[in-house]
């Protein structure tokens, strides 16, 4: 009887594990999609669950309205466009990029993850372990992508749709420090949408990205 018990009470365990781990395994059929909007048009953006940091930064930052009306303070025609700084909320253009949120995001950099055009990654200063800052951002503008920025910097996204913005920004009249002669300011919301609906409407492939 006491055999019988033991054996009982580790099957329910097994099945107990078992039913966990196909719980934390199972992966979301939906997934959230930032739109980034600007006076040259959309861009849409998927995250990555591989930069679950970065990832929940960004979201949180942006569901609670931080980017709106920030700018792409510096952009270089044939390399990125960066932006996501609350500086560039003020009149003064002069501290423009020199923003801090007050925290850093540790690094999240994979071999796999590269700076393709339209991939999106986290702007950082020289510390040595590669943290990112807690806000500001750039997206590759460069067709052939910037290879050299690869296992750098984290990348944590990419554009599936609105490529040709990046293009038009990054083309756009610009001053000292490659600051646009004329604010290019943006507006960030996040809606939750199917994979599926991803997929089909921006040709987004989750199995290949994953």
């Not at 303070?73 to 423009?96: L, S, V, W, Y």
């Not at 749709?161 to 990054?170: F, N, P, R, T």
Request: proline share 5%; no cysteine; aromatic share 10%.
């Amino acid at each position: 009887m006491v055999k019988y018990l033991v054996r009982l009470s580790l099957v329910l365990s097994f099945l107990t594990l078992s039913n966990t781990v196909f719980a934390q395994k199972k992966p979301s059929k939906k997934d959230m999609l930032v739109t980034i909007s600007t006076s040259f048009g959309d861009m849409k953006v998927v995250l990555f669950d591989q930069t679950p940091k970065h990832k929940e930064n960004f979201l949180k930052l942006a569901k609670k309205g931080f980017y709106n009306n920030t700018t792409f303070h510096r952009i270089i025609d044939g390399f990125m466009i960066q932006g996501g700084d609350a500086n560039t909320k003020d009149e003064d253009p002069n501290n423009d990029g020199a923003g801090d949120i007050g925290y850093r995001v540790p690094a999240e950099i994979f071999p796999n993850l590269k700076h393709v055009r339209g991939a999106v990654a986290a702007a950082r200063n020289n510390n040595p372990q590669k943290e990112s800052s807690g806000s500001q951002f750039y997206i590759v503008e460069n067709h052939n992508g910037t290879p050299f920025l690869d296992n750098n910097y984290t990348v944590f996204g990419q554009v599936i749709s609105g490529l040709e913005v990046i293009d038009k920004i990054a083309e756009q009249p610009k001053g000292p420090m490659d600051r646009p002669t004329t604010p290019i300011r943006m507006k960030v919301k996040v809606d939750k949408v199917k994979k599926k609906k991803i997929t089909k409407e921006y040709g987004y492939d989750y199995a290949q990205a994953a």
